[in-house]
């Protein structure tokens, strides 16, 4: 009786002992980690903004397929918000602020334990790329939220590895997003040409897009000094597509304006034409793929190129789209009647 007596008096001691340690525990935790992204910052700010990409890129649900995610009508932006439910508890996740590009703040609710406050902070690269940083804290915590803490090995173990997963995961999912590309032979059409102010060099596939870069801004300064407007997207005829490639790059316009002789900028009329149009969705670099269907396909079918050269248009504007994978051109190969 005695002994038991003694044993019951040292657990008292033990549980009294472990309720002092949980009791001095801190009163907050802060978990913080951050990534490079490869992807612009508008990207990456798109797909957090919205709850309804969560699920693709969170750790815990890669890690338990047995959790549930409920979507409002809301997802997305400020008032945007979800829920979870996993073997632990239901948790409720919503957006309180954001500024575009920059940050996002919300409010996480798990259980019966007190809120805690998320913060994403962005900056882009001069290299495209994007520092990401996420960001949980906690205040006045109580005991329950302590203990369960100190079971669990700590916040930082609890939600370190998860958040530095997650982040690996987003950054796959958008550099594959960026990835994506399509090629459709759309078929013999008509052109219907007009003038365009243009400007000629050579060009490499190492150095093109440098090149294209420079002669559409000198052809935009000279628009913008003689205050002439635009009529079309930019674009590109091939005059020779050897290694050394020379191209024209051009900005369509309404008529034949008047250009001065000591300007670099020329003008030229393209006639309305049968054509094979080809349209690329994605990256610029997979022009070479969808010139090499095209020319397949004109082989295929026994078509006959004209005596005018072929040439591109740059149907969007890149800036517009920071993705990639939506960026369209189309390619146009003159046909003989």
């Known amino acids: 009786m005695k002994a038991f007596k003694y044993i019951l008096l040292l657990l008292l001691v033990i549980i009294i002992g472990f309720s002092i340690y949980i009791a001095v525990q801190p009163n907050s935790f802060e978990v913080k980690r951050s990534r490079t992204m490869k992807a612009p910052v508008s990207m990456v700010y798109d797909n957090i903004i919205d709850f309804k990409n969560w699920k693709a890129w969170s750790s815990w ?8 995610f409920t979507l409002p009508e809301k997802t997305q932006g400020v008032g945007g918000s979800y ?42 690269n001069a290299d495209g790329t994007t520092e990401v940083t996420w960001n949980i804290k906690g205040e006045n915590l109580p005991f ?6 100190v079971l669990m090995g700590g916040m930082e173990k609890q939600i370190g590895p998860h958040y530095e997963r997650s982040l690996e995961k987003l950054d796959s999912i958008l550099v594959a997003d960026m990835q994506r590309y399509t090629i459709d032979i759309n078929g013999i059409t008509e052109y219907g040409g007009g003038f365009y102010l ?41 005059n020779e597509m050897a290694e050394n490639i020379i191209m024209s790059n051009g900005i369509p316009v309404k008529e034949r304006v008047k250009i001065p002789a000591d300007a670099d900028v020329s003008i030229d009329f393209m006639p309305k034409m049968k054509v094979l149009k080809t349209t690329l969705m994605g990256n610029y670099e997979n022009l070479p793929k969808a010139w090499e269907a095209t020319m397949k396909h004109i082989a295929e079918q026994g078509l006959e190129p004209s005596e ?28 003989k009647d």
């Open 61 to 68: 649900a890669e890690a338990d397929p047995d959790m549930t």
């Open 83 to 124: 829920s979870w439910e996993d073997k632990d508890g239901i948790g409720t996740m919503k957006t309180l602020a954001a500024t575009p590009s920059t940050s996002i703040t919300q409010e996480m609710q798990f259980a019966e334990f007190p809120p805690s406050n998320i913060a994403w902070d962005l900056k882009s």
């Open 144 to 149: 329950m939220f302590k203990l369960f803490s």
């Open 198 to 238: 243009y400007k000629t060099t050579n060009a490499n596939s190492t150095n093109i897009s440098s090149k294209m870069a420079e002669s559409f801004g000198a052809i935009m300064q000279f628009m913008g000094q003689n205050g002439l407007k635009q009529s079309g997207m930019p674009l590109t005829v091939y």
């Open 308 to 335: 005018h050269k072929p040439f591109e248009i740059y149907t969007n504007d890149p800036g517009l789209y920071p993705n990639p994978a939506d960026w369209k051109t189309e390619i146009y190969i003159p046909l």
